[in-house]
Nanobody, 116 residues
Framework: QVQLVESGGGLVQPGGSLRLSCAAS????????MGWYRQAPEKQREMVAL???????TYGDSVKGRFTFSRDNGKNTLYLQMNSLKPEDTAVYLC??????????WGQGTQVTVSS
């Protein structure tokens, strides 16, 4: 199983930016799929961005054009650059990974609050 640790959340004003990081305990090239989800109070968990081992990325409709998902294989770290943030982006953001062999893992989450 992969251990995932997120960081970078916080309070930001509408229109602002944040960059989330997710440090993985395994080499990213050994991951079949990786990505970000978010969970807002009283809402279903929502896919934000997913990346396959081949590098293909899918974004959730609500974040397309504003969020960018990237990875640094040398640092075993995933990133989510979030621009033009809106109050409805407020949620706990969770890192997600599926290894080539084994079960899916989730990080503990990092809180993002967008408010003036």
């Amino acid at each position: 199983q992969v251990q995932l640790v997120e960081s970078g959340g916080g309070l930001v004003q509408p229109g602002g930016s944040l960059r989330l990081s997710c440090a993985a305990s395994k080499n990213l090239i050994n991951l079949y799929q990786m990505g970000w989800y978010r969970q807002a109070p009283e809402k279903q968990r929502e896919m934000v961005a997913l990346m396959t081992s081949g590098g293909s990325i899918t974004y959730g409709d609500s974040v397309k054009g504003r969020f960018t998902f990237s990875r640094d294989n040398g640092k075993n770290t995933l990133y989510l650059q979030m621009n033009s943030l809106k109050p409805e982006d407020t949620a706990v953001y969770l890192c997600y990974a599926v290894p080539l062999f084994g079960s899916a893992s989730w990080g503990q989450g990092t809180q993002v609050t967008v408010s003036s």
